[in-house]
């Protein structure tokens, strides 16, 4: 059995899937708590900062997602070389390869 370079996107999509499914899910509970009285149990702060990370999450996953459907995922959309597998393994949604996203960051 060949391995081929689509196993491993066919692998990241579905791990982008899942993820946004989970972030999305996440922030329909969190949003709910926020219109319940006393929070759903958390304080206002923490759970304004659990909701901003949910929607960032989404937003990237969705963004990830998109980048596939245009077949412009995994590469650098700063100076446009392929992002390495092993980057998109551990950050499926990386935008940028490590010296852009260091300057990006720096």
């Not at 196993?7 to 899910?25: A, G, V």
């Not at 092993?86 to 935008?95: G, N, T, V, Y």
């Amino acid at each position: 059995m060949t391995s081929t370079v689509q196993e491993p996107i066919e692998l990241l999509r579905n791990c982008l899937e899942e993820q946004f499914q989970r972030s999305t899910d996440q922030l329909a509970e969190l949003t709910l708590r926020s219109r319940q009285r006393g929070f759903g149990g958390y304080d206002h702060d923490t759970l304004a900062a659990l909701i901003a990370s949910a929607r960032q999450t989404v937003s990237e996953t969705a963004h990830a997602l998109k980048r596939m459907a245009e077949g412009s995922y995994g590469t650098c959309e700063r100076c446009a070389v392929d992002i390495p597998l092993q980057r998109l393994e551990i950050l499926p949604h990386a935008r940028f390869c490590v010296p852009c996203q260091c300057r990006q960051t720096g």
